[in-house]
T-cell receptor, first 110, second 115 residues
Framework: KQEVTQIPAALSVPEGENLVLNCSFTDSAIYNLQWFRQDPGKGLTSLLLIQSSQREQTSGRLNASLDKSSGRSTLYIAASQPGDSATYLCAVRGDTPLVFGKGTRLSVIA | GAGVSQSPSNKVTEKGKDVELRCDPISGHTALYWYRQRLGQGLEFLIYFQGNSAPDKSGLPSDRFSAERTGESVSTLTIQRTQQEDSAVYLC?????????????FGQGTRLTVV
């Protein structure tokens, strides 16, 4: 059974700092990995999708990497801003539907 | 439509009543998912539809929960004889699932409160 773990559960950083969020998964037989953002009381917004054949994807200040063989992904956020404050979720897609981690709650302090 | 649409956005119901939650996926998306998110918790998989294949119902928590999807369009999640423990946000997502493009897009959710 696929299990997804995100570390840390919560993170607080001052504005302008670069930061890394971690995601690990137990079954490396995945099709892709997707990072989402969830604001309080809202649905999920897709940030980046990495196919299993890819090593990384970039969108603006966000960079996600994937090491499928070791079951790890990282989301790098450059020059963090207060507007980045949210919960960040990773999810993996394999033969089973999307399996989610419990998320990292990020607070960026102005 | 432009995105995944869910209705109602909020629903308050009395314990023991039945409720229906609706999801309109992005047009052309063959895959549709339902998830449940209890307050302060992660996303809990409920059910997955993919085209004309039999749905994956492995996440439904009890026989009070059921879902239908007509073709590749609207889906309805039904909860019978609601209990207070059913209070949660119910999220729907869809994806194209063609040619390896499986990026999932979520609706804003339905917040269900059972009183």
């Amino acid at each position: 059974k696929q299990e997804v773990t995100q570390i840390p559960a919560a993170l607080s950083v001052p504005e302008g700092e670069n930061l890394v969020l971690n995601c690990s998964f137990t079954d490396s037989a995945i099709y892709n990995l997707q990072w989402f953002r969830q604001d309080p009381g809202k649905g999920l917004t897709s940030l980046l999708l990495i196919q299993s054949s890819q090593r990384e994807q970039t969108s603006g200040r966000l960079n996600a990497s994937l090491d499928k063989s070791s079951g790890r992904s990282t989301l790098y956020i450059a020059a963090s801003q207060p507007g980045d404050s949210a919960t960040y979720l990773c999810a993996v897609r394999g033969d089973t539907p999307l399996v989610f981690g419990k998320g990292t709650r990020l607070s960026v302090i102005a | 439509g432009a995105g995944v649409s869910q209705s109602p956005s909020n629903k308050v119901t009395e314990k023991g009543k039945d409720v229906e939650l609706r999801c309109d996926p992005i047009s052309g998306h063959t895959a549709l998912y339902w998830y449940r998110q209890r307050l302060g918790q992660g996303l809990e998989f409920l059910i997955y539809f993919q085209g004309n294949s039999a749905p994956d119902k492995s996440g439904l928590p009890s026989d009070r929960f059921s879902a239908e999807r007509t073709g590749e369009s609207v889906s309805t999640l039904t909860i019978q004889r609601t209990q207070q423990e059913d209070s949660a946000v119910y999220l729907c997502a869809s994806s194209l699932d063609v040619g390896g493009n499986t990026e999932a897009f979520f609706g804003q959710g339905t917040r269900l409160t059972v009183v």
